[in-house]
C-alpha cells in the first residue's frame, strides 16, 4: 500500500503472493513501483518504508531516481489508511 503521508490519500495497494518466488514478487515490487512513479506524473522526494527487505529493495532504483529513502517503523498515514481499509472489508 503506497500513502501520501500528509493527506492520508492512498496512491495505490497491490497484493501480491510469494509465488512461484518470493525474487518474483521482488521484481514484481519493482515493476509495480516504477509504474506508481510514472503515473504520479512527478518524482517524490522522499519514500519512507518500514520493512527492512523493501528498503534494500528499493535503496539502488531510489538511488538512481535522486529519491531519499528512508526505514521508518512508525507510519501513522499508512496505518490509518489500512485500519480503514480492514474496517471497510468487515
Not at 44 to 52: G, L
Not at 55 to 65: I, M, R
Amino acid at each position: 500500500m503506497v500513502v501520501e503521508s500528509r493527506s492520508g490519500l492512498i496512491l495505490g495497494m497491490e497484493l501480491m503472493l510469494a509465488r512461484p518466488s518470493l525474487a518474483a514478487v521482488e521484481e514484481q515490487s519493482l515493476t509495480k513501483f516504477m509504474d506508481l512513479i510514472s503515473q504520479g506524473g512527478s518524482l517524490p522526494q522522499q519514500i519512507a518504508v518500514r520493512h527492512e527487505r523493501l528498503y534494500h529493495l528499493l535503496t539502488p532504483l531510489a538511488a538512481g531516481l535522486g529519491i531519499q529513502l528512508r526505514q521508518a517503523h512508525r507510519m501513522p498515514a499508512l496505518d490509518q489508511a489500512r485500519g480503514a481499509l480492514q474496517r471497510w472489508l468487515h
